[in-house]
């Protein structure tokens, strides 16, 4: 068993930045990958990015490109998302994920565990 525990959100204007940190404990899998997603109201849950976690290599949305960044601290078993520049409309639940799984995936139907999600709200 996965669990992961999301933290950091809040409330920011437009322009600021937040760090969210997901913390995982129970057992890992060597090709495990951490992903980050976001469900605004009323809207789909969205893929933000993602990490493998053995390598550090990255992938990310479009629409977060360049203003979000996503990396690990192995000894603390966490990984985090760097969000600067944030706009009103990153506003959503954010939540990260764990796939056990070597292939790379923005389908969050392929994520076998998930946090409780953090609030990130950005003001005009």
């Known amino acids: 068993q996965v669990q992961l525990s999301e933290s950091g959100g809040g409330l920011v204007q437009t322009g600021g930045s937040l760090r969210l940190s997901c913390a995982a404990s129970g057992r890992t899998f060597s090709s495990q990958h951490m992903g980050w997603f976001r469900q605004a109201l009323g809207k789909e849950r969205e893929f933000v990015g993602v990490?493998?976690?053995?390598?550090?290599?990255?992938y990310y949305a479009d629409s977060v490109k360049g203003r979000f960044t996503i990396s690990r601290d192995n000894a603390k078993n966490t990984v985090y998302l760097q969000m600067i520049s944030l706009k009103p409309e990153d506003t959503a639940v954010y939540y990260c994920?764990?796939?056990?799984?070597?292939?790379?995936?923005?389908?969050?139907?392929?994520?076998?565990?998930w946090g409780q999600g953090t609030q990130v709200t950005v003001s005009s």
């Open positions: 994920a764990f796939r056990s799984s070597g292939i790379f995936s923005n389908d969050p139907r392929e994520y076998d565990y």
């Open positions: 990490i493998r976690w053995s390598s550090g290599i990255t």
